[in-house]
């Protein structure tokens, strides 16, 4: 009998599962995740299935791996989780790791949670609330690290992440082309939140990603009580400008 050949999207996913050495169930999940964003009607991303799907959704989340504190946390809170990327591949990759997902809209709530059961992913947990009003309960100062992927500027990331991070965490910003005065202003206002910025890592996901970077910091001192903010304020007026 003649072997059924690998499409080049499974044949990208088993090379992105050696290239990380994820868990031996990561492939199948991968593949029912993609499946389940292809046939998802509502999937709150332009990109949802083929090729395209494995670069952009789990490439692209999988190079946050390169940040040893990311792949050594034991608790994410990914923030403004949209669409379930990049949190629900690093709970894939990181099945010992409990994964926060922190969405504010219902619709993408649901298709989080709709994507989670679809790729059995137990350590997975949807949050329906802003980051700041997680970050002012009981979860201040509860998690190892935080991400963020296409969410907002470095000031306004650093200030949502600050008060989620315990001492010695990391937060961890997917970002594109660099930009000075946007780095000079999110340093500014790591410092009044606790936060000092570690370094800018430069990835490349897949072939023909370009001046992809991630933004770490670190939780060198206790955030002061004043943060966080009201919601919609980081936004409105944020820090280091």
Sequence with gaps: MTERPVSRETAALKALVDRYRLPDAALTRLQALLDALRREPDPHTAVSAGLAAVEVHV???LAGLEVDRLAAADSI??????AGFPGLVLA???PSARVDLV????????????????????NAHVIATRAETLAAGEARGAYAAVTARAVAALPVLVEYAAPLLRKGGALVAWKGSR????????RAAADVV???????????P???SRDRHLYVY????????RFPRRPGIALKRPLGR
């Design 59 to 61: 490439a692209d989340s």
């Design 77 to 82: 809170a990914d923030i403004g989780a949209g």
């Design 92 to 94: 894939l990759a990181l």
């Design 103 to 122: 969405e504010s809209a219902g619709r993408k709530v649901d298709v989080i949670l709709r994507l989670a059961r679809a790729a059995s992913i137990s």
């Design 179 to 186: 930009v000075a005065d946007e780095e000079d202003a999110g």
């Design 194 to 204: 606790g936060l000092a910025p570690t370094a800018i890592v430069p990835v490349q």
């Design 206 to 208: 897949y072939a023909d």
């Design 218 to 225: 670190s939780k060198v001192r206790q955030t002061p009580n």
